[in-house]
């Protein structure tokens, strides 16, 4: 799942964040995480997670680690047409075949 579109207009590195944090957006992030799942270095990361919290877009929280989620305005609602019709994925899978 991406960012919402009105905040694709942002740098590179910062929307890459944007999008990993969406994908994984009720267990959040570690720092080190982010730092895999975007092709950036290390201090390209850090300044965009500066001007991403700066801008409300994302909140830290520390506990045992240090976690970064989505601020909720950032992750787009649901799509209907995403939930999985009933049946479950093997049904589904044989619908698509025609099975």
């Keep these: 799942?991406?960012?919402?579109?009105?905040y694709r207009d942002r740098p590179d590195v910062q929307v890459a964040l944007l999008d990993a944090l969406v994908?994984?957006?009720?267990?959040?992030m570690t720092v080190l995480e982010l730092r895999a799942a975007v092709d950036a270095d290390i201090d390209a990361v850090e300044?965009?997670?500066?001007?991403?919290?700066?801008?409300?877009?994302?909140t830290v929280e520390s506990g045992e680690r240090v976690r970064v989620y989505p601020h909720d305005?950032?992750?787009p609602d649901p799509d209907p047409g995403d939930e999985e019709p009933a049946?479950?994925?093997l049904?589904?899978?044989r619908r698509r075949l025609g099975l």
């Design 73 to 75: 305005r950032v992750v």
């Design 47 to 58: 300044d965009a997670l500066s001007a991403l919290k700066e801008d409300s877009l994302i």
């Design 23 to 28: 994908d994984r957006g009720d267990e959040g």
């Design 87 to 89: 049946g479950g994925l």
């Design 1 to 6: 799942m991406a960012a919402k579109s009105e």
């Design 91 to 93: 049904e589904t899978l």
